[in-house]
């Protein structure tokens, strides 16, 4: 198993305690013992080091072997990128949760150290920017990043008078800066500067144009709000207190002849292509994998983006996207397999969900494409725990309007219990999801599971949106976009609601 090694602390006399980020378990706290013994052992492990590790997981926790991958020597050439190393590497112990999957976190350090990991000392990683840029995307991951483009309450393009608000998540403009009494007062410079710093990869930090009076406000507001997200992080503010001195002596920001601005474009979204709506933990991924299907992404309006290619001559189904745009719902759509040996007929797929920025990921996904039998028998099911009225997909070319199933699982269900989901459709018309318990089948509640999974059947095809109501009745603010296909099964699995 990979892992970073993200802090360390002496323990009693010859043991150490370490945290370990991985993209599989997330943050994992374990003692070496007779650490300072065993050099031989675990000589090269050491902060921003890549390892591969092996744990003894019977009883405590313990790190049984070690054997380095990468080291980014280049972040010790210079103390303020070692600063900024330090201080993303306890911001990701601090977000990470234990035995939790996390590979974005995972990607977000590796890249934050790569970007660090330069051989020339003289290199202008962008300093205090560069820490803003680095807690923006954390806050991306973790699914809380501050909206800085519109305004947080009401949606609208935010323009002056701008205010900051870690309550409403991010810039409230005009007469909506009254919705938070705490509402702090921020110039519009730096949230633009913010805003680059979001979309600009971590190695190109130093081409953002901070000026010199920026640095404080933009500093006070992202405390507050990553104090917020990701909680107390004394020990991680004292790296970057120590460095401030060091800055102000050496910064100097080049103003003119810096290339304007670009938004990024390179923006990819990949996965497998399976025959199962519920793929197996295991690793026997790749057996259910469907060969020789195509697949097209297209925009909300349906103007096809791109054309899926199979990048990996290893992994011949599994699919990549690239580029898409930024920030913009994806749809993709599978088309069968044009010579299917059985001459099975196959169900379109439709995923669809927002693109994330450069180096800010797209998880990778699971892509489904189902025969037509399994998705009859599946919704016929569904249909006679819950309501036969609701009409069920025909998967009959001659028979038009409503049959298209919305089906799905939320990643973060457990922390929104009782939560609900409603899809309004292409007609305009609401239908609301039944859920599942933990084994996976139809349950009678009145909300999501901590298991996550719904289904939603008859939807009319069209643009549809989802939108997510909390046990009190009232619903959230943000809502998901997708797009239901006549009698197709459009599959949401994987995304995370954000209250
Ligand atoms: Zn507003």
Redesign the pocket.
Known sequence: MKAFLLRQTNYRDADRIVTLLTAESGRLDVKIPRARASRKRFGGLDLFVLANVVLETRGAPRLKEAAPLRSFDGIRLDVVRLGLASYAAELAATAAQADHPAPDLFRLTEAAFDSLDVADAEFDVGGLGWARGFELKLLHVLGVRPSLRQ?A??G?PAGAPVGWSVSAGGV???D?RQEDRLTQSVSPAVIARLDEALRRPLKEQGAVAWARGEHREARSMMRTFVGEHVGIRERALAFLDQMVPLLLVGLVFVLSGCPSYVPPEDVRLQGWLLNTPTPPEDGTLEALTVSGATADAYSDNGTLLVEGANPFADFANYWRFDPLPPETAVHVVFGPPEAAEDEVDYVTTVLSGRTALEDLFVDDGTFHLWSRADATNWVAQWRAVTDPTIPGPTFDPELEGEGGIAYGQVSNAADYEGYRIVVRDGAGLDRGAFYTDDEGAPIEGEGLSAEGTFVVLGLSPGPAEIIVGRPDGSTLERSFATRVEEDGVTSLVGFAIVD
Request: proline share 0%.
């Open positions: 305004c309450a009401c609208e409230l403009s005009g909506c």
